[in-house]
């Protein structure tokens, strides 16, 4: 069973940019797709980026588009979420994801979680 973990979070100003890390334990086939997820205090669990693993197709939010880019290192099982141009509206704890089949929006399509590396944006 893949197990995902986290990290890279922290408190940044307003402009910074972050580079956030997901480590796959296990085995990830090639059909995999790998996401993240950001969810605020209070806000539903949003969609923020998915790529597929054997396609390395994208997928991107509105709302991060052109400032967040998702990568992957196939030899490491990790996948990247590099955010560059942060805004207070970035604030939330960030979930890595893992589902077989394509890059999708919707987090119940997703079966495997991390546990979340909180990210806070300092005005």
């Known amino acids: 069973q893949v197990q995902l973990a986290e990290s890279g979070g922290g408190l940044v100003q307003v402009g910074d940019s972050l580079r956030l890390s997901c480590v796959a334990s296990?085995?990830?086939?090639?059909?995999?797709?790998r996401a993240w997820f950001r969810q605020a205090p209070g806000k539903e669990r949003e969609f923020v980026a998915a790529?597929?693993?054997?396609?390395?197709?994208?997928l991107y939010a509105d709302s991060v588009k052109g400032r967040f880019t998702i990568s992957r290192a196939n030899a490491r099982n990790t996948v990247y979420l590099q955010m560059n141009s942060l805004t207070p509206e970035d604030s939330a704890v960030y979930y890595c994801a893992a589902r077989l089949g394509p890059c999708r929006e919707s987090p119940g399509l997703y079966d495997t979680w991390g546990q979340g590396t909180p990210v806070t944006i300092s005005s």
């Open positions: 790529i597929s693993w054997s396609t390395m197709s994208t």
């Open positions: 296990g085995r990830i086939f090639s059909g995999y797709t």
